[in-house]
T-cell receptor, first 112, second 119 residues
Framework: KQEVTQIPAALSVPEGENLVLNCSFT??????LQWFRQDPGKGLTSLLL???SQREQTSGRLNASLDKSSGRSTLYIAASQPGDSATYLCAVSPDSNYQLIWGAGTKLIIKP | GAVVSQHPSRVICKSGTSVKIECRSL??????MFWYRQFPKQSLMLMAT?????????EQGVEKDKFLINHASLTLSTLTVTSAHPEDSSFYIC???????????????FGEGSRLTVL
């Protein structure tokens, strides 16, 4: 059974720092992996989608990597800003049916 | 990106009443919609998957008669919480995929969520 783990559960860093959020999964047979952002009391925003054949994806200050063999993905945030404060979730799709298996999230606080 | 609209964003109701939440895909045809529930400080839990024109598939432990899902058209799915009780208070989120190039890659688009509070 696929399990997704995110470490740390919470992270607080000063503004301007580069940071890395971690996501690990137990079964390397995934279809794709997505990183999402959730602001308090709101829905989800898809940040990056990595197909199983890809190694990384970039969008602005965000870079997500995928290492299927080790069951790990990282989300790198460069030059963090207070507006980056949110909960970041990763989720894997085991197959093309697109049902997602979620990590518990990392709550990120960027201090001004 | 594709837009998914969810309504209402917040709803407060009395115990025993029913509440309907709508999820609309605004610029694409959603062949499949997913409904999630999120309790405070917990991750999202998939409740059910609905394909347009067919009955929803519920996850284990989710009561079909309590959480009625209808996906009658390619742009609208509804979740009705019947005879709501305080323990049903939660954040409900829908997501959709469908017939558009970027959606066909596996990316899901999410509604803004609906906060249900049952008194």
């Amino acid at each position: 059974k696929q399990e997704v783990t995110q470490i740390p559960a919470a992270l607080s860093v000063p503004e301007g720092e580069n940071l890395v959020l971690n996501c690990s999964f137990t079964d390397s047979a995934i279809y794709n992996l997505q990183w999402f952002r959730q602001d308090p009391g709101k829905g989800l925003t898809s940040l990056l989608l990595i197909q199983s054949s890809q190694r990384e994806q970039t969008s602005g200050r965000l870079n997500a990597s995928l290492d299927k063999s080790s069951g790990r993905s990282t989300l790198y945030i460069a030059a963090s800003q207070p507006g980056d404060s949110a909960t970041y979730l990763c989720a894997v799709s085991p197959d093309s049916n697109y049902q997602l298996i979620w990590g518990a999230g990392t709550k990120l606080i960027i201090k001004p | 990106g594709a837009v998914v609209s969810q309504h209402p964003s917040r709803v407060i109701c009395k115990s025993g009443t029913s509440v309907k939440i709508e999820c609309r895909s605004l610029d694409f045809q959603a062949t499949t919609m997913f409904w999630y529930r999120q309790f405070p400080k917990q991750s999202l839990m998939l409740m059910a998957t609905s394909n347009e024109g067919s009955k929803a598939t519920y996850e284990q432990g989710v009561e079909k008669d309590k959480f009625l899902i209808n996906h009658a058209s390619l742009t609208l799915s509804t979740l009705t919480v019947t005879s709501a009780h305080p323990e049903d208070s939660s954040f409900y989120i829908c997501s959709a995929r469908g017939r558009r190039q970027d959606v066909n890659t596996g990316e899901l688009f999410f509604g803004e969520g609906s906060r249900l509070t049952v008194l």
